[in-house]
């Protein structure tokens, strides 16, 4: 011991010499002596030893203390910032209101000191670690900082001496040095040791690393002196490399120098000596691509192109790389590091080693220091693709990205450092060429289009580095730089970097391709979508949303051009790549575009806000054709996929095609292509557009008029779902408007319309569900201002509203009733629904608006809704509505359904009319409206003369040529009427009229009138017809040998316009025939019609028609005038078969009507037996059988075998009951109002004052003077642990129940509950359960003479009580309590009731029911039981309110079975009689001094009268007395103890009474004591227990003290009366209730203040209760004896206890039955309070902050969660605890989660949150981390649900806790 305190003076000693010798101006001498110590105690040889710490901290302190020294420097701070660092896990806050970088962040002392109220803040988890950012301007506006870092700390400090740090600048050199010599040392490459020991290093240097951590945070003076020595290349130098003597120095060096060869890394000096070459020295992984940019950089782009060497993957990779190349600036960037100080080595060591926390911290702690954080980020950005490549060969690289992370967003989120590197040290080039390096290592070879041939390479998705997404970091930190304005533009204006960029996105187009499978099911479903859609998110629309938010104005025109020439260029180099001409190939499908996006999203900015010409920035029409091809691929695939065409794929394709238009992708995906295909549609012709989407959807062959058809490339029934996907795309093409000219407000508000319209949403789904900007830094910030104004005008809030059920609702947001009315918009809905059945939900959602507000009953067809007018560059995708090939497809489609062909469907129908009111809706500007067009084109195809959709629906259209199978009804009827006409074809005018139309009959085909279109372009476009086509002609299909009939061309004839069809239609539609009169055109409207069904539709359409053209009218009231059935070619016209239609409907109804009724009435039936958890208000229906009539046996209906009769002893029925251990009354305390939850360390809870903390004192106390056994009678456990009984009301033979256990216990699927357990499921009801009570047999309650009332004198039943209790004591056995062994005959009954003993014994935990000296004794046995009937009764009271005053009608009445378990108890009760001796009830009613002197020599005596607890005696006498009892009998009992209960109250008031009054009443009562009726007066009574008390010695003077202080009022006679008639309550509460289960008496209700009156007349204390006079208590006592004398026998039992000190006997004697009603503790109204406080706090019994930490609700207790450390026996805290605190069930608050959890016995189950968000909202797991507020309602449930013992049947969610919580 003397050594070490020696060195430490010596430390201390030669530490102050050396700084007093160091100060003076000639030091030489002192500076070697310095060298030298620090030689020898810094000798890293000698590995890290705590000594040379020590010697360290001394040398910095120069003799000082160490931590003196810590203080002195620290106030010398400067430092403006908080910069505090912190790792995972860590809660920081983010305030979007202050922030300028979205990246800001608080630490919570910084974030509580600045004033947030009213702001948009929330908490937040660390993902990856952080650093605080107060006082930082260039992060955050001042306004947000904090108090501390408001002021500008650094004007006002002292500057600091010079000799403070003079140590600290010789020492720390030295010191920095050795550890990086340690880490050259340490480090072994990953081939010599098959277990890297990285860790075991890095654990020698913690201690090194933790004292520069503590440097760095004395603030501001210390960190320039370090900022100082990292910095200095001088020093560097000479302590690097190593002196020449120094040995190890030198071989250390060299170990340095070989990591960095190995790294693929060359130090400067070899760089002019091996060039570029020398990444071939690399031994990692990835070698090939190593020396991606340096040997290669020659070659040229062309070669690339021409090299066709099919090696594989080598090659691809390899030919890819040589055309990157040439295009890059620097070609070390990948592959050259130079050293230049101790910063830029420390950071190479740190990333060597995987960024081990301890230095990161360090290294972060510094940045504070300007100096220091410029030079830091050069060395970062430095060493930047270093860093990429350890990040690739990690095995550890999720930890790793979020250390790597949380260094770059420190220095990337400021914009000042940002540019400054960008410009220094080519930031942009460098990320951009790791980027790509990064990608190559897992690139294959694409196989869309041309497999073979296919030149373009692609990313694989299946590759770790996509798939565990370890490019994050990278795409991260580059789009955190795009988001500062100056190095965007820096990147637009590098025309070679955009180049490079473009290439890299490209890696990405087509990537992740599906192949349709057509035979198979796919064997094994990849998951490599979800890679897939991340990569082309993170990688490719983030950046370019970071890039879009520069281009939003006029001068940044010149950008958005280039972008979109570099687009376009790329994409035509893609083309080509893949060997795409015209057409798709067939059975692909990839969702990945991003070329296409980036263009279409260019363009739609660059026309929206940059006010550019579309036309300027378009290709060609051959390229549009091309680029218009792939997205209309996905737009048929995904009908595709809906219709089930791929299921062969497995799930993951409609995973894909989910997530392609998921709320989070579809603003870069879906939204982009449609866009591209609305640009494509109005530029190219229309019929050929229109034409390609229905062969792209391949519905071609339906389209025709012939009722049947063959499709070569659909089944038949995947033809509707086809259809109708290419009419919904066609619909959602011409009316969508999101790019084509609706305001950023308007999109907002059609998104949020939409998403209402499918369900109400909570505030916090809805800001997901809006498609926000998905580049997080954009600045656009979720939940902004015109979000929440927008939502206010949408939407109102629902609050939360609490089903009595239980389940818990949220606040929700639901649509405006204007909102359903105007802005309802299905083709929005159908766009955003990620699950088809949104749609339906809207709808159904529509119709029951329109409904409710009395609009539309029918089942409503989706509204039409007015668009936004399109911007003037879009008009011409107008002429999309306005083409002759849209209209022939209307005309054969209306045709199709009015003939009911098959594959036509209502929602065809719906989207054919949505067509036409569009195109009339919609005109083409150019066409003059004429009446009719003069010239008609004439070309052997027109259909229509013209190309307006309005001139063209009045035009009738004669003759059809069809091709049709030769085995349709067309044929059949062609030849009937050749058949017909035998007479010479030319006799008829008839027939020639015929032959002629022959000739005009109309005949088209889709694919042939696109070919020509396209072939049209492509002349047009000047190239040789011969390469571009390669015409399939759709009708010369070979037909395979077994093919279907041939097709024959047939003529029908058709004599309709498409005005006509639709009159038909209506007429069809509304089932009658002349539906549409003349009278009716004349006052249309069109406006009238905006909701309806599809018939209101028609009347829309043709309201527009006639309104907007004369000759259409005409048309009109042509058609109306001459309407006469149609003949379609069904055997039935449409009336009749309608008809039928209505009878059929009518019928159905009808039994549907009368199952309805059946149905109602079975479960009326069920509601009446069912007890019914849900409504606590509901009336009760009384125990069962209490309703029965009186005479006849109870019948019970088995709910498992449907009979019903009476229980009988062979073959018993029993309740269905759940049994659970229940602490809640022992929970209970004296005051009203709840504890509160302690939130500081002054506030406790104290658990002394509880009822069973209470009891449990008396219980010892009595133990410690009286005999066991008197005491085990003398109160009642169960307080904590009792058990409680509770039904759902239902019965059930036994022998049914063992089977029914039987099949449940075969049947394992429903692992709810645990059936060897017992437990099971109400087979009616489903209420949980684990028991069977048995019924007594025999007539319900007692009945006829066992109800009279007796005339008998009080000392008559008195003694018949005692000889009822004699009946069976006959076997006399020593002790007080005697174990009958009555040989019973054993009936099925009995056995039953003991097996239900032994369950209710098993409910609870042993510790509950041993209470006894000697465990297991029958005193012990006698006592738990007689508690069951006890904690039962009491916990019914609990239920009721606490009092009797509600009277009969309660949820607890109906869950009781009192009856039943008193007569199982009292049957248990029969194996014990009490020795007469001993039987309390002689010395309650006679005088017994005359046997006092036989006990003398027992050991202890027995318990005073006066102690005992009454309502356990009361319990004990009626169990034990034979069954079924007298009601005069248990009369008799009541008033007996009442009289008891009475002199009690009279003894407690005496003690608590000051001396003065003592007397005073003493006196009073003596006067009154020879009065008449002296005894039913408290006066005189009171006045004789005094004197009878005041015997016994200072019985009276203990707590006089106490007393006095307490009382200083005067006890008036009427406190005195109301103090004795509440003391009195509870046991006639008790007593009430027990008789009405025993005896069905009804429970009338009253007011509070009448309850005793109303008390003492039920139970018949009092003859005739006289209500005008108020009830004196006393005047209900019935003295069987001399009131006096028996009293004074009960205060001499007290008297007599000679070796009891008194003041025991005084709290005995004061005991105070009354209690307030169970609460949980009191919360605080913030969560914030209690997550403050508690989520840091560390745990009681291992003294670490807990992983989880949770709150027992009910005694504060604060536990772990899961937690290890606190486990006992393999049990976990919170398990144990329950046990403990609440007898197994427990209620736990979460605090990381905010969520309650309740454990019930060997199950648990989350309940839910009661604190809510500002929107009503939990927030689990405070993930949003909004503030949250105490929510009353929902923590009144969950008080009542803990009161009532349902939680069981309320929540539904259970599963085993397997005792791991």
């Not at 130098?237 to 071989?251: D, F, I, P, T, W």
């Not at 009939?1045 to 539609?1069: N, W």
């Not at 039943?1357 to 009822?1364: C, G, I, M, Q, R």
Request: charged letters at 25%.
């Amino acid at each position: 011991m003397m050594a070490a305190s020696q060195l430490r003076r010596d430390k201390k000693s030669t530490a102050a010499h050396l700084k007093a010798d160091l100060k003076r101006t000639d030091n030489s001498s002192a500076l070697r002596q310095l060298q030298e110590l620090l030689d020898s105690v810094l000798n890293p040889e000698r590995g890290s030893d705590p000594e040379a710490l020590e010697w360290c901290k001394w040398l910095l302190a120069g003799g000082d203390g160490f931590d003196d020294f810590c203080r002195t420097v620290r106030s010398y701070d400067n430092a403006t910032l908080c910069g505090l660092v912190w790792t995972a896990n860590f809660v920081a806050y983010r305030c979007r209101t202050c922030g300028i970088s979205p990246c800001m962040s608080l630490c919570a002392e910084c974030f509580n000191n600045g004033d947030h109220t009213g702001h948009d803040f929330n908490m937040f988890r660390s993902q990856a670690g952080g650093a605080c950012d107060c006082g930082d301007g260039n992060v955050m506006r001042e306004s947000g900082f904090c108090r501390r870092h408001r002021l500008k700390t650094g004007e006002n400090v002292p500057s600091v001496p010079r000799d403070l740090l003079l140590m600290s600048e010789m020492v720390l050199p030295r010191f920095i040095i050795t550890i990086i010599q340690y880490l050259r040392d340490g480090y072994t490459e990953p081939e010599s040791a098959a277990d890297r020991d990285l860790q075991k290093v890095l654990q020698q240097l913690e201690s090194h690393i933790s004292l520069l951590e503590e440097l760095t945070k004395m603030g501001g003076a210390m960190r320039t002196v370090l900022t100082k020595i990292l910095t200095n290349q001088q020093t560097f130098k000479e302590l690097s490399m190593g002196q020449e003597e120094n040995v190890y120095a030198k071989r250390s060096y060299e170990k340095y120098l070989s990591a960095l060869k190995s790294s693929g890394l060359v130090s400067v000096e070899e760089k002019g000596a091996g060039g570029a070459g020398a990444g071939a020295t690399d031994t990692a992984a990835g070698a090939g691509a190593l020396s991606l940019l340096g040997a290669t950089a020659a070659a040229s782009l062309e070669d690339s192109s021409k090299e066709e060497d099919q090696d594989g993957l080598q090659g691809v990779g390899q030919r890819k790389r040589v055309k990157l190349s040439s295009t890059t600036k620097d070609p070390s960037i990948m592959d050259t590091l130079k050293h230049k100080c101790f910063l830029e080595e420390l950071l190479f060591w740190t990333i060597k080693y995987e960024f081990p926390q301890k230095m990161v911290t360090f290294l972060l702690n510094m940045l504070p220091d300007q100096d220091y954080k410029i030079t830091f980020t050069k060395t970062f950005v430095q060493h930047y693709a270093f860093i990429m490549k350890t990040l690739m060969k990690s095995h550890e690289s999720d930890t790793m990205s979020n250390r790597i992370v949380h260094i770059s967003v420190q220095l990337f989120s400021n914009e000042e450092l940002a540019r400054h590197v960008t410009e220094e040290c080519q930031l942009l080039d460098i990320m951009v060429t790791v980027l790509l390096y990064m990608m190559e290592s897992c690139l294959i070879k694409s196989e869309l289009q041309d497999e073979e041939n296919n030149r373009h390479v692609v990313v694989n998705c299946g590759e770790a580095l996509l798939k565990n997404n370890t490019y994050w970091p990278l795409v991260s930190d580059f789009i955190n730089i795009l988001s500062h304005q100056s190095v965007a533009k820096r990147f637009l204006d590098d025309h070679s970097l955009l180049l490079l960029w473009m290439s890299f996105v490209s890696f990405f187009q087509g990537m992740n391709l599906n192949k349709r499978e057509l035979n198979e099911h796919v064997e094994f479903e990849s998951q490599t979508y979800y890679a897939a859609f991340a990569a082309e998110l993170e990688a490719c629309a983030q950046p370019m949303w970071g890039l879009l938010t520069h281009c939003k104005v006029k001068d940044t025109q010149e950008y958005t051009k280039t972008l979109v020439r570099y687009c376009l260029e790329t994409l035509q180099m893609w083309f080509d790549a893949i060997g795409f001409v015209d057409e798709p190939a067939p059975n692909q499908l990839t969702f990945h575009l991003p070329l296409h996006r980036y263009y279409a999203m260019f363009l739609s900015k660059g026309v929206k806000c940059q006010g550019l010409d579309l036309d300027s920035l378009l290709p060609d029409q051959e390229m549009l054709m091309k680029i218009m091809v792939h997205p209309l691929q996905i737009q048929a695939s995904l009908s595709e996929i809906h219709s089930n065409m791929w299921v062969r794929n497995g799930l993951q394709i409609k995973g894909q095609a989910m997530t392609y238009v998921q709320s989070h992708f579809c603003n870069s995906m879906i939204d982009p292509d449609i866009y591209l295909l609305q640009v494509c549609a109005s530029r190219l012709d229309p019929d050929y557009f229109i034409s390609s989407v229905f062969e792209r959807f391949k519905v071609v062959d339906l389209l025709t008029m012939a009722s049947q058809h063959q499709n070569a490339v659909l089944d038949s029934e995947q033809e509707r779902p086809m259809l109708e996907g290419a009419l919904t795309f066609l619909v959602i093409l011409c009316s969508l408007r999101i790019h084509l000219g609706m305001s950023d407000d308007e999109i907002l508000r059609a998104e949020m319309v939409s998403q209402l319209c499918m369900n109400d949403r909570t505030h916090s789904s809805l800001l997901d569900l809006i498609p926000e900007n998905p580049n997080p830094k954009s600045g656009v910030v979720p939940g902004s201002c015109s979000f929440e104004e927008m939502l206010s005008a949408v939407a109102d809030f629902k609050a939360p509203v609490f089903e009595p059920g239980g389940s818990m609702q949220q606040g929700m947001y639901t649509p405006k009733a204007e909102v359903w009315e105007k802005e309802f918009d299905p083709i929005m809905v159908i766009l955003r629904t990620v699950y088809r059945r949104d749609v339906q939900s809207a709808m159904d959602r529509y119709g029951a608006f329109l409904k409710q507000s009395g609009v539309h009953t029918g089942n409503p067809w989706p509204p039409y809704k007015e668009r936004t007018p399109l911007h003037p560059c879009y008009r011409g995708l107008v002429r999309l509505l306005h083409c002759k090939t849209l209209h022939i497809v209307i005309f054969t489609l209306l045709y199709k359904i009015w003939m009911d062909h098959q594959n036509m469907s209502e929602h065809v129908l719906c989207m054919v009319l949505y067509l036409i009111e569009l195109g009339m809706d919609n005109q083409v500007q150019e066409d003059k409206l004429e009446e009719e067009p003069c010239i008609e084109e004439h070309c052997h195809d027109s259909w229509f003369p013209g190309t307006n959709l309005l001139s063209n629906l009045h035009h009738v259209i004669n003759f059809v040529r069809v091709r049709v199978p030769e085995t349709a009804p067309e044929v059949e009827r062609k030849r009937e009427r050749e058949r017909d006409r035998e007479t010479p074809a030319s006799t008829s005018a008839d027939s020639s009229s015929f032959g002629q139309n022959l000739r005009e009959a109309q005949v088209f085909s889709l694919v042939a009138e696109r070919r020509r279109k396209f072939q049209e372009i492509i002349n047009r476009s000047n190239h040789e017809a011969s390469q571009a086509v390669r015409p399939k002609s759709s009708s010369s299909r070979c037909l395979p040998p077994g093919s279907p009939p041939q097709l024959v061309t047939e003529i029908l004839e058709i004599r309709e316009s498409m005005l006509s069809l639709l009159v038909k239609l209506h007429q069809k539609l509304s089932a009658k025939q002349n539906s549409l009169s003349l009278s009716w055109l004349a006052e249309v409207d069109p406006g009238r019609h905006e909701h309806g069904d599809g018939i209101t539709a028609i009347e829309r359409i043709l309201a527009k028609a006639a309104s907007r053209s004369r000759h259409s009218k005409r048309c009109l009231q042509e058609i109306c005038g001459k309407v006469c059935p149609p003949i379609p070619p069904k055997m039935t016209s449409p009336g009749d078969k309608s008809m039928n239609k209505e009878e059929r409907r009518q019928r159905a109804r009808e039994r549907q009507q009368k199952l309805l009724a059946e149905f109602a009435s079975r479960q009326k039936s069920f509601m009446e037996t069912a007890m019914d958890v849900e409504s606590p208000e509901a009336d009760a229906v009384m125990d069962v059988g209490s309703a029965e009539p009186l005479d006849s046996e109870i019948l019970y209906d088995c709910v498992i075998c449907g009979q019903s009769g009476p229980s009988t002893e062979d073959r018993p029925t029993g309740l269905v009951v759940l049994l659970q251990a229940s602490s809640v009354l022992g929970h209970r305390c004296r005051s009203d109002t709840p504890k509160r939850l302690p939130t500081t360390d002054e506030e406790h809870i104290y658990p002394e004052d509880t009822c069973g903390a209470t009891h449990d004192v008396r219980l010892t106390l009595m133990q410690r003077y009286f005999k066991d056994s008197s005491c085990l009678q003398s109160v009642s456990i169960g307080w904590d642990g009792g058990v409680y009984v509770q039904t759902c009301g239902h019965t059930l033979h036994i022998d049914c129940h063992k089977s029914y256990m039987e099949s449940l216990r075969n049947d394992q699927v429903l692992q709810g509950f645990s059936v060897d357990k017992g437990e099971f499921t109400c087979p009616l009801c489903r209420q949980f359960a684990n028991s069977v009570l048995p019924c007594r047999p025999g007539r319900g309650t007692e009945t006829g003479a066992w109800h009279t009332a007796s005339n008998k004198s009080m000392s008559t039943l008195v003694k018949e009580v005692e000889d009822l209790q004699e009946q069976l004591g006959i076997f006399p056995v020593s002790g007080s309590i005697r174990h009958r062994d009555l040989t019973l005959a054993e009936s099925n009954l009995s056995k039953e009731m003991e097996s239900v003993i032994k369950d209710i014994k098993n409910t609870t935990q042993k510790k509950y029911m041993d209470y006894g000296k000697n465990p297991g004794s029958p005193d012990n046995d006698f006592l738990f039981m007689y508690s069951v009937a006890r904690t039962n009764l009491e916990l019914e009271l609990v239920h009721r309110g606490g009092n009797l005053c509600s009277g009969g009608a309660s949820a607890a009445a109906k869950r009781s079975c009192l009856n039943q378990l008193f007569h199982v108890l009292a049957m248990h009760m029969r194996l014990y009689s009490i020795d007469s001796a001993y039987n309390p009830w002689n010395r309650l009613t006679q005088s017994t001094h005359s046997r006092e002197t036989e006990y003398c020599d027992e050991e202890r005596p027995e318990v005073p009268m006066l102690f005992r607890d009454v309502p356990s005696l009361l319990i004990i006498f009626i169990l034990t007395m034979p069954q079924p009892l007298r009601k005069e009998h248990f009369t008799c009992v009541v008033k007996v103890l009442y009289s008891l209960q009475y002199t009690q109250a009279l003894a407690a008031l005496s003690i608590r009474i000051s001396r003065e009054e003592r007397h005073a009443w003493c006196n009073t009562g003596a006067a009154k004591k020879n009065t008449p009726n002296s005894d039913k007066s408290w006066e005189s009574l009171l006045g004789h227990v005094i004197s009878e008390l005041t015997k016994a010695k200072d019985l009276y003077d203990t707590n006089s003290e106490e007393t006095s202080v307490l009382n200083s009022s005067v006890w008036s006679p009427q406190s005195i009366e109301s103090t004795l008639q509440q003391f009195c309550l509870p046991f006639l509460r008790l007593s009430c209730l027990l008789q009405h289960h025993l005896y069905g008496d009804s429970l009338p209700s009253c007011p509070m203040e009448e309850e005793f009156s109303l008390l003492i007349g039920c139970l018949g204390l009092v003859g005739s209760v006289k209500s005008s006079a108020p009830m004196s208590s006393a005047a209900c006592l019935e003295w069987n004896f001399n009131a006096y004398d028996l009293i004074a026998q009960w205060c001499s039992e007290v008297i007599a206890l000679s070796d009891t000190p008194t003041q025991q006997s005084a709290s005995l004697l004061v005991q105070d039955p009354r209690w307030a009603a169970p609460r949980l503790l009191q919360l605080p109204d913030n969560y914030n309070t209690i997550f403050q406080y508690y989520h840091r706090k560390s745990c009681t019994s291992c003294g670490k902050t807990p992983k989880d930490p949770a709150l027992c609700l009910v005694c504060g207790a604060f536990v772990c969660l899961k937690g290890h450390c606190c486990k006992q026996q393999g049990i976990c805290e919170c398990v144990l605890h329950s046990q403990h605190c609440g007898a197994a069930t427990g209620i736990f608050l979460l605090i990381n989660a905010s969520v309650i959890i309740i454990i019930r016995g060997h199950r648990f189950c989350l309940w839910g949150s009661v604190y809510l968000d500002a929107h009503g909202e939990e927030d689990r797991d405070l993930r949003r981390g909004k503030p949250l507020y105490l929510c009353e309602e929902r923590y009144r449930v969950l008080e009542q649900q803990w009161v009532s013992h349902t939680f069981d049947h309320i929540n539904k969610r259970w599963g085993p806790h397997y005792n791991g919580l």
